[in-house]
């Protein structure tokens, strides 16, 4: 994973400018940086973000907390295998009742809580896969998330961000330019190459 060093030296690379340069700091590049890996996490549901972990079920309780929760991008029954359908917070209240019980089938999130119904009538296990969150980058050695190839992506926004305090408005529009043809075709590249879960809509799941 490339470190923050190199990527600073890169976006000077990228926009001409020596280290000598008192109008854009390395602290002003750590700053474009990270702003410009923000950018980037959120366009797109990047694999390299996704973590899973093991929730265990027991009867009766639909409440469990999450670790590092950023946002659920699935919740899979490990056995009977099948994916939890995502629901608004009021449409369960509608059928949010402890004595109607058996086989997960919904859920709703709230910040690190998760809530699934019906509330299970026996013991399971959930792989919940979920979105982390981004680490930014302050020392030199610190390393980026994303593979490689990202980097350009990165630099390119970074870049922007120098063209923006430097006025350039030549050179602003063409970094914006880079980067939006660069995230469009990191997204579409990582959309070929990840199959996306079919979610089981199952309705048949109270006993």
């Given at each position: ?127 919940h896969r979920y979105k982390t969150t981004l680490t930014e980058l302050a020392a030199g050695s610190d390393a980026v998330q994303s593979p490689d190839w990202f980097d350009r ?55």
């Amino acid at each position: 994973m490339t470190t923050l060093t190199v990527l600073t030296a890169r976006v000077r690379n990228r926009c001409n400018l020596p280290a000598a340069d008192a109008r854009v700091t390395d602290a002003n590049l750590t700053d474009f940086i990270n702003t410009a890996m923000h950018d980037a996490d959120e366009e797109f549901d990047w694999p390299w973000m996704e973590r899973i972990e093991q929730i265990s079920v027991t009867a009766g309780d639909n409440t469990y907390g999450v670790t590092n929760y950023k946002g659920t991008t699935s919740l899979t029954l490990v056995d009977p295998p099948s994916v939890l359908v995502r629901k608004p917070w009021k449409w369960l209240q509608r059928i949010n009742d402890a004595t109607l019980q058996g086989i997960p089938r919904f859920y709703t999130e709230d910040v690190d809580v998760i809530y699934i119904y019906p509330y299970p009538n026996a013991a399971f296990t959930l792989d919940h896969r979920y979105k982390t969150t981004l680490t930014e980058l302050a020392a030199g050695s610190d390393a980026v998330q994303s593979p490689d190839w990202f980097d350009r992506i990165i630099v390119s926004q970074a870049s922007y961000y120098v063209a923006q305090k430097l006025r350039d408005s030549e050179h602003y529009q063409m970094f914006q330019k880079s980067y939006k043809d660069q995230i469009g075709t990191a997204s579409d590249r990582v959309s070929r190459n990840f199959e996306p879960i079919v979610p089981n809509t199952r309705n048949d799941w109270w006993i």
